[in-house]
């Protein structure tokens, strides 16, 4: 017991002998309300930092998170330790998040897009922060078109549920675009593009591949 918690005791002690049972209960409930807060907050912070501690184990197993190539078997047995760790006991911090995220770029790298789209849900599915939740539907789209061209529609539709900020137009009119594509609806698919451009360059980027995706719609009508 630390000095703070000996002072409190001895104030419901005094309390009890001056006043009587009535006012010792104000006093009780009032440092039950007190504890209950300061073991929330210790708690919230035990669970960031395990959470974190896992995840900074994620980012050394995967080199720091930048994978260009697959992972060895340990690596991945690692990972997915991790990821279930996250998923299971931190579901609710953004590091579960990142993590499962990580693990659908591997599963990417690997052709396993079914996977890849599963860990892509599971972020969607427990509501993680806006920006994050931006980059998961886009990059969820994204695998989802993967799978083949009859599932197009269905990445509109995880487009179409969520909001882009001003910083993830580009990215999501890109994949917007592409599903068009995949649909055969080129006018839209031009009109996707463009708008992915147009926010591009307000914010000073280049995007050479989409430019090209663009010219191509060009070309194919013409020589419709």
């Given amino acids: 017991m630390n000095r703070t918690d000996e002072e409190e005791v001895e104030l419901l002690k005094r309390v009890w ?4 049972k009535p006012a010792v209960y104000g006093v ?19 669970t960031a930092s395990a ?12 080199q720091a998170g930048q994978m260009a190539e697959a992972l060895s078997e340990e690596q991945k047995t690692t990972m997915t330790h991790v990821v279930s ?12 998040s990142f993590a499962t995220m990580i693990q659908a770029q591997q599963q990417v790298l690997e052709n396993d897009l079914d996977s890849a789209r599963a860990s892509l849900e599971w972020v969607l599915d427990n509501k993680p922060e806006a920006e994050v939740e931006q980059v998961a539907r886009a990059r969820l789209a ?18 179409a549920a969520g909001k882009a900020d001003e910083a993830f137009i580009a990215t999501v009119e890109g994949v917007r675009g592409d599903a068009y594509v995949a649909l055969g609806q080129l006018d839209k ?6 708008k992915a451009l147009d926010a591009a360059r307000d914010h000073g980027e280049s995007l050479p591949v989409l430019q090209f995706k663009l ?8 020589e419709g």
Wanted: charged share 20%.
């Fill in 17 to 20: 002998n001056e006043y009587g």
């Fill in 28 to 46: 009780v409930i009032t440092m039950a309300a007190i504890f209950g807060y300061k073991a929330y907050q210790k708690n919230q912070h035990e």
């Fill in 51 to 62: 959470a974190s501690a896992l995840y900074q184990n994620l980012l050394e197993t995967t």
């Fill in 85 to 96: 760790n996250l998923q299971d006991d931190y579901s609710g911090t953004r590091y579960a």
């Fill in 142 to 159: 994204r695998v989802i078109l993967g799978q083949g061209d009859e599932h197009a529609q269905a990445a509109l539709d995880i487009l």
């Fill in 189 to 194: 698919a031009r009109d996707a593009y463009q």
């Fill in 215 to 222: 010219d191509d719609l060009a070309a194919n009508v013409k």
